[in-house]
């Protein structure tokens, strides 16, 4: 197991900044201490160029190599905000902000990449510039696109982009990863029915919005079961309704909200005209108004063959062959780092977090038995696509 001798000896001290990131979480672009920690530590660790405020609370670093005859620029990702969730490990490093937690390891990531950012720069064992992006707002918030917009792939021209997730109960020492699509879609849906209310003793006398939701809600059912090729993946969850407040007034209208997730463009545009198509129709046939606010919010994470394949190299380098999957199962969970992909080739890998409660679970904690796999990842991944001649 070729865990970096460097990292072994920092990881005490890593561990502990992972703990500080744990106990003291920000959300979406308001990350005042967690951004301002990251920038610091950079700068303490020797990073030639810190760049704050891209993507508005984003962090960039410039590490350039001991020689730059390639002229080529990798970019290795991590993201960094937390989630609106109670806690409820009882660890000692337990979030200090109440209804807010790192539920989903971004502190992990965070620290993780910034070792190997360390390392990198007492090392320099590497021809070419790396650039650790350090970003906000993935929970929703489409950071990734934030810092695209502002600037990062132009002031940065990366060759190759690589991002690194952990995942529960994959064991600690492994890896997984695949081409193609990994990751779905994500859409945001808002459907309302306009209807007339009035006194519920004289339902004749108005247009009932609930049973035009009970329609509408049934046939949206139908939409990937039958309109959905079969051996494509798709799913609309409707989640949230809301109407009326009294028991004894048919409401006006009601709100219905969902999300769409899919793992082909094309069957992600065939959802969208399917539920736009729907919803005002089956109102017209009960009297009513029916309007579909469809959101795109991330596209598809799709993995690059070739950078795929790439990076498996450095995890089996790091991890050995045994202990690297080629074939990880796609999910419809969404990631914006498909935003970085559909920008510059890369591959987005995942590392095992060992036995854990599930992501976005108030139980849920980073592993810090993986700080040392993920570190080396980074920097093996480095030597490999940035060799020395």
Same mark, same amino acid.
């Given at each position: ?6 990292v072994?000896?920092h990881v ?5 900044? %992972?703990? $500080? ?20 530590a ?16 984003? &962090?960039?670093?410039?590490i ?5 005859t390639s ?10 905000d937390a989630?609106?969730? &109670? ?14 937690m790192?539920?989903?390891?971004? $502190? ?9 950012? %360390? ?8 021809d070419?510039t ?11 918030g489409?950071?990734?696109k934030a ?5 990062l792939?132009? %002031?940065?021209?990366?060759?190759e982009?690589?991002?690194?997730h952990?995942r ?14 990994i ?9 309302t029915i306009?209807? %007339? ?10 247009? $009932? ?5 009970a329609?509408?809600i049934?046939a949206?059912q ?5 309109t959905?090729?079969p051996?494509?993946?798709? &799913?609309?969850s ?23 997730r899919t ?6 545009l ?9 919803v005002?129709?089956i ?15 991330y596209? &598809?994470?799709v993995?690059h ?8 190299a450095a ?29 510059v080739?890369?591959?987005?890998i995942n590392i ?15 592993n ?12 093996t991944l ?8």
């Open positions: 197991m070729a865990i970096e001798n460097w072994a000896r005490e001290s890593l561990t502990a900044f %992972r703990r $500080d990131l744990h106990q003291n979480p920000e959300l979406l672009y308001d990350l005042p201490r967690t951004a301002a920690t990251v920038a610091d950079l700068r303490a660790a020797g990073v030639d160029e810190v760049i704050e405020g891209i993507g508005r609370t984003g &962090v960039v670093g410039v350039k190599g001991q020689s730059n002229g080529r620029m990798i970019g290795l990702r991590a993201d960094m989630l609106p969730i &109670v806690e409820a490990t009882g660890k000692d490093w337990a979030s200090k902000v109440e209804g807010k790192h539920a989903c390891g971004h $502190d992990g990531h965070t620290t993780m990449l910034l070792g190997a950012a %360390r390392h990198l720069v007492e090392s320099r064992a590497f070419g790396v650039i650790v992006i350090f970003q906000p707002a993935e929970e929703g489409a950071g990734a810092m695209i917009d502002d600037g792939f132009s %002031r940065w021209p990366c060759d982009v690589y991002g690194m952990n529960p109960n994959l064991p600690v020492g492994e890896f997984t990863i695949a081409p193609g699509p990751m779905g879609s994500v859409d945001e849906v808002r459907i306009e209807g %007339r209310g009035g006194h519920a003793a004289r339902p004749n006398e108005t247009i $009932d919005t609930f049973p035009i939701a329609a509408v049934q949206i139908g939409i990937t079961s039958r959905v090729d051996m494509d993946n798709a &799913v609309v409707l989640c949230t309704i809301h109407a009326g407040d009294a028991f004894n007034v048919i409401p006006q209208a009601i709100e219905i909200t969902g999300t769409v793992l082909r463009e094309e069957v992600r065939h959802v969208e005209n399917q539920l736009t198509a729907l005002p129709n109102a017209a046939g009960f009297g009513a108004v029916g309007a579909v606010e469809y959101i795109r919010m596209p &598809v994470t993995n063959d070739h950078e795929t394949t790439l990076a498996a995890a089996i380098e790091v991890a050995g062959a045994a202990h690297v999957s080629l074939d990880m199962p796609a999910v419809l969970g969404g990631e914006d780092f498909s935003f970085m992909l559909n920008e080739p890369g591959a987005m095992g977090n060992g036995p854990s409660a599930g992501l976005h679970h108030p139980e849920y904690d980073f810090d038995d993986v700080i040392a796999w993920g570190c080396s990842y980074w920097t480095v030597r490999q696509r940035l060799p020395v001649n």
